[in-house]
């Protein structure tokens, strides 16, 4: 059967129906950048299930990118048509060629797409991968790889329109594939769209979060907590910070006396993987937790292009400002702290030259205090630099901004460690300097220090 479609949204619609049967195995569902994620971004809403990308790249032959010999995805899985290859004289020394170039670039897109977020875990589950089209299957394979190597339980591949030849040798290597035109004039996807505009960056961004968001609403009937509401426990907040809506995770553990507002660095958000390690490791000693996003998903999908919002320093700061001012009005008993990495940490510094007599402790992460600009002078918050020995840029500016802290400032270096945390053991160690800082400096261990010094003064 052979039939068109206006566009890539249309076609996951008309994808929903033969894929409905799935909805009882509550599966995961990845889309193949860029063109697939329109797609799956229609699917995963109707089987009410996560999203992510699934990054793979058509390998092209030399001097002929269009005709692809093979592809690699994520995890390092790799296909190559090795008929092709010697049909066409292709050299070891080229194909290796090809491939570092097609690397970096999935690498890059990976990096923009999930940030610090970790892929989703598919292990013993139904994995849906869907692309607007399956042509010669170079990507596709690369992808069922990929998946298959992380232990998914079933895999299903899904398209609008698949090559027939192709569409049956793929069903050799999978579970399912559910493909709603097989024409057999086939020639290229594009043909059997009316809109085949490219998809760019920003619309990949922004269709994982419109997925997000509405997982998260179909998780939750219940009214977002205001005020008295908020008790024990993980709450979904949003903030209003003048024209947009900044959403945030707050975790109250029981009997928490402070909490920690995170104020994430540029390209990042609450999901960052890093900043919820460390949010777990301060909720298991008591001390409540904000993970807030200081942009708007529209600035961020912008941001994303222009990599200036993530810069603008006091922008952020007046946020932190707002939601400072908002965990003041919903939680008065809970004194306030910081947690800042990157372009976050100068942002904490100006929120906190605002907000002196709130602000009980600062922790900076791999930070940037330079950016803080004259906020440094008038620091009225004990404040402790995380840094990586072997971030040694960074580690430099931050031992710059220490004597204009006020006698205020601290560093702390976690050996071997690089800007990201990510050698063994670095972050869990950067956890435990913080988790001791804010212990130490606010809540009800630090009111009894306090209250015991000035007893002893008198």
Same mark, same amino acid.
Request: proline share 5%; with cysteine.
């Given at each position: 059967? +052979?039939?068109?479609?206006? *566009?890539?949204?249309?076609?996951?619609?008309?994808?929903?129906?033969?894929?409905?049967?799935?909805?009882?195995?509550?599966?995961?569902?990845?889309?193949? /950048?860029?063109?697939?994620?329109?797609?799956?971004?229609?699917?995963?809403?109707?089987?009410?299930? =996560?999203?992510?990308?699934?990054?793979? @790249?058509?390998?092209?032959?030399?001097?002929?990118?269009?005709?692809?010999?093979?592809?690699?995805?994520?995890?390092?899985?790799?296909?190559?048509?090795?008929?092709?290859?010697?049909?066409?004289?292709?050299?070891?020394?080229?194909?290796? #060629?090809?491939?570092?170039?097609?690397?970096?670039?999935? *690498?890059?897109?990976?990096?923009?797409?999930?940030?610090?977020? /970790?892929?989703?875990?598919?292990?013993?589950?139904?994995?849906?991968?869907?692309? *607007?089209?399956?042509?010669?299957?170079?990507?596709?394979?690369?992808?069922?790889? +990929?998946?298959?190597?992380?232990?998914?339980? @079933?895999? &299903?591949?899904?398209?609008?329109?698949?090559?027939?030849?192709?569409?049956?040798?793929?069903?050799?290597?999978?579970?399912?594939?559910?493909?709603?035109?097989?024409?057999?004039?086939?020639?290229?996807?594009?043909? $059997?769209?009316?809109?085949?505009?490219?998809?760019?960056?920003?619309?990949?961004?922004?269709?994982?979060? @419109?997925?997000?968001? +509405?997982?998260?609403?179909?998780? +939750?009937?219940?009214k977002k907590p205001s005020g008295s509401q908020i008790k024990d426990g993980n709450r979904t907040v949003t903030i209003q910070a003048g024209d947009v809506r900044l959403e945030g995770t707050l975790s109250i553990p029981s009997h928490a006396t402070s909490v920690v507002l995170f104020a994430h660095g540029s390209g990042s958000s609450r999901h960052s993987? #890093?900043?919820?390690?460390?949010?777990?490791?301060?909720? #298991?000693?008591?001390?409540?937790?904000?993970?807030?996003?200081?942009?708007?998903?529209?600035?961020?999908?912008? *941001?994303?292009?222009?990599?200036?919002?993530?810069?603008?320093? /006091?922008?952020?700061?007046?946020?932190?400002?707002?939601?400072?001012? $908002?965990?003041?009005?919903?939680? =008065?008993?809970?004194?306030?702290?910081?947690?800042?990495?990157?372009?976050?940490?100068?942002?904490?510094?100006?929120?906190?030259?605002?907000?002196?007599? &709130?602000?009980?402790?600062?922790?900076?992460?791999?930070?940037?205090?330079?950016?803080?600009?004259?906020?440094?002078?008038?620091?009225?918050?004990?404040?402790?630099?995380?840094?990586?020995?072997?971030?040694?840029?960074?580690?430099?500016?931050?031992?710059?901004?220490? =004597?204009?802290?006020?006698?205020?400032?601290?560093?702390?270096?976690?050996?071997?460690?690089?800007?990201?945390?990510?050698?063994?053991?670095?972050?869990?160690?950067?956890?435990?300097?913080?988790?001791? $800082?804010?212990?130490?400096?606010?809540?009800?261990?630090?009111?009894?220090?306090?209250?015991?010094?000035?007893?002893?003064?008198?």
């Open positions: 059967m +052979s039939r068109r479609f206006r *566009d890539r949204i249309e076609a996951g619609r008309h994808l929903v129906l033969p894929l409905a049967h799935l909805a009882g195995e509550k599966p995961i569902v990845l889309g193949l /950048p860029r063109g697939g994620l329109p797609v799956a971004h229609e699917i995963a809403v109707s089987l009410r299930a =996560p999203l992510d990308v699934l990054v793979a @790249r058509k390998l092209g032959a030399p001097g002929h990118p269009e005709l692809g010999i093979g592809a690699i995805a994520e995890n390092g899985a790799r296909y190559v048509d090795e008929a092709l290859v010697a049909q066409l004289g292709v050299t070891p020394f080229e194909l290796a #060629r090809i491939e570092a170039t097609e690397r970096a670039e999935l *690498d890059r897109r990976i990096e923009l797409y999930r940030g610090e977020r /970790p892929p989703l875990d598919v292990k013993g589950r139904t994995v849906v991968i869907v692309d *607007d089209g399956l042509a010669t299957g170079g990507t596709a394979r690369a992808a069922i790889r +990929s998946v298959r190597a992380r232990d998914a339980k @079933r895999i &299903v591949f899904a398209a609008p329109v698949c090559a027939p030849e192709t569409a049956a040798a793929i069903r050799e290597e999978i579970d399912e594939i559910v493909c709603l035109s097989e024409p057999p004039t086939f020639r290229a996807v594009g043909l $059997w769209y009316d809109d085949f505009t490219q998809t760019t960056d920003q619309e990949v961004l922004a269709a994982l979060e @419109r997925a997000r968001r +509405s997982n998260r609403s179909d998780g +939750s009937s219940q993987t #890093r900043n919820r390690y460390v949010a777990g490791e301060l909720e #298991r000693a008591g001390i409540a937790t904000l993970l807030l996003d200081l942009l708007s998903l529209e600035e961020e999908v912008n *941001d994303a292009a222009s990599s200036t919002l993530r810069f603008d320093i /006091p922008l952020l700061a007046r946020r932190l400002v707002t939601a400072t001012d $908002w965990l003041t009005d919903k939680l =008065p008993l809970l004194e306030i702290g910081y947690f800042g990495a990157s372009t976050g940490a100068a942002a904490a510094i100006v929120a906190a030259a605002e907000r002196p007599s &709130v602000v009980h402790a600062i922790v900076s992460r791999g930070g940037r205090p330079d950016l803080a600009g004259a906020a440094l002078d008038v620091l009225q918050v004990p404040t402790l630099l995380v840094v990586g020995s072997a971030d040694t840029d960074v580690l430099q500016l931050n031992r710059s901004a220490i =004597p204009r802290m006020n006698g205020l400032g601290r560093l702390a270096l976690v050996p071997g460690a690089t800007h990201l945390f990510e050698e063994p053991g670095a972050l869990t160690l950067a956890a435990a300097f913080a988790q001791r $800082w804010f212990i130490g400096h606010m809540g009800a261990l630090a009111r009894a220090h306090r209250k015991g010094n000035r007893e002893e003064t008198a």
